[in-house]
């Protein structure tokens, strides 16, 4: 087994609420010749870890199977500085496979008291926002503008590492180093996700909300977040409502309507139906109407009218809703209803479920790197 050690230079960790002291956080990745940790083998570690100001790099690497253990070990000793684990697939992966190869050897795994936070399944929700080519971890960071050095896959690298053993070169080393570095590197930038999943699963409390209107028939509603987000630009439109991000802040744009509006109420039998007036009344007090001047109240005709400003409404609002006619799909909610920060949730929480999140790849041996 042989160490490297590096430090480097790159932005700092966002301040995360959930991820706890920024220094006690740790990006971790392994590399192996197969996905079980029977019949295959480990041969390298890599962590990457912010402290004094400056970016560091560690790895392990295992030049044979007689140096798995003393890899297991380091990497167990190393871990007790930290209280928070980043990977991108490693509570299906990584973990159980460092699991498996501890209990193996008899050996305590180190995970029990650690975070975990897979970057994978953040990048897994929010896959129709960052529309990579796949979910694998070099395309998530294609998706947000993150270059690496490194062209090769986690399965070509397996037979890399059998030509290595069978004939150290430094060449063949330096690519087995790169990749294995390039992934743990590439999941600081990729750890922006987390404040789009947040703010699409309604986790990001914003510093600030406030309305205004620009035109008569406009409001705009403007969020701004304490953290910033990865992708800027128009994000989607629903019901005429149209958001778009930038920096740190989302903006809704939300259409008025003034006028006059019908609420359908939801037991047409309990009502009559008086068609001069263009109204309902309760069952109970239809006796004292000209039974001439009244029908059965029906689906359509089971309304009450009103004359207000309105909105779009949207479906996970609960709230009641406006329609012009019955057989219309798009239905307002009143302005006065509105509660600025629900809105906006419920926007957001129905842009990801406007369209099916494709379900990941298949997994192969590169693992989704």
């Known amino acids: 087994m042989f160490e490297i050690e590096k430090t480097y230079q790159a932005d700092e960790i966002n301040a995360y609420p959930s991820l706890g002291d920024p220094g006690k956080v740790l990006f971790f990745d392994i590399e192996t010749t197969g996905l079980s940790a029977f019949g295959s083998s480990l041969y390298l570690i890599g962590v990457t870890y912010f402290r004094s100001g400056i970016w560091h790099l560690h790895q392990w690497f295992s030049a044979s199977l007689s140096d798995e253990i003393p890899v297991l070990q380091a990497f167990s000793s190393f871990l007790k500085d930290f209280d928070t684990l980043i990977h991108y697939n490693g509570d299906t992966f990584d973990i159980p496979y460092l699991r498996s190869l ?3 050897y008899h050996l305590n795994a180190p995970f029990e008291r650690l975070s975990s936070v897979d970057l994978l399944k953040a990048a897994r929700r929010i896959r129709p926002l960052l529309r990579p080519a796949s979910l694998r971890q070099k395309d998530v960071e294609t998706a947000l503008g993150i270059q690496r050095e490194d062209t090769k896959s986690g399965a070509e690298l397996i037979a890399v590492y059998a030509k290595w053993q069978a004939c150290p070169d ?7 180093l790169l990749h294995n570095e390039d992934d743990v590197k590439g999941l ?3 750890l922006k996700i987390l404040a789009l999943d947040d703010l699409f699963q309604g986790r990001l409390k914003a510093n600030d909300i406030h309305t205004e209107y620009r035109k008569e028939d406009l409001l705009v509603l403007t969020a701004s977040y304490p953290l910033s987000f990865p992708i800027n630009g128009p994000l989607a439109s629903q019901t005429g409502v149209f958001a778009t991000l930038s920096g740190n802040t989302v903006e809704l744009r939300i259409p008025l309507f003034h006028g006059e509006l019908k609420r359908f109420l939801p037991n047409p039998k309990a009502y009559y139906y008086l068609p001069r007036e263009d109204m309902i009344i309760p069952r109970e007090l239809g006796s ?5 001047h009244r ?3 029906k689906k359509d005709t089971c309304y009450v009218r009103l004359t207000d400003d309105f909105i779009p409404a949207l479906p996970s609002l609960s709230t009641e ?10 239905s307002m909610m009143r302005l006065k209803d509105l509660r600025p920060e629900e809105y906006l949730h419920a926007f957001l929480s129905n842009v990801l479920t406007e369209k099916p999140v494709h379900a990941i790849e298949k997994e192969t041996g590169d693992r989704t790197r």
């Not at 430094?170 to 087995?176: A, F, P, Q, R, S």
């Not at 809703?321 to 798009?330: S, Y």
């Open 102 to 104: 501890y209990e193996q």
């Open 170 to 176: 430094d060449e063949l080393l330096y690519d087995l």
């Open 188 to 190: 600081v930038p990729i």
């Open 288 to 292: 004292g109407v000209d039974p001439n």
């Open 295 to 297: 029908v059965p109240a």
């Open 321 to 330: 809703v406006f329609r012009r006619a019955f057989i219309d799909k798009e």
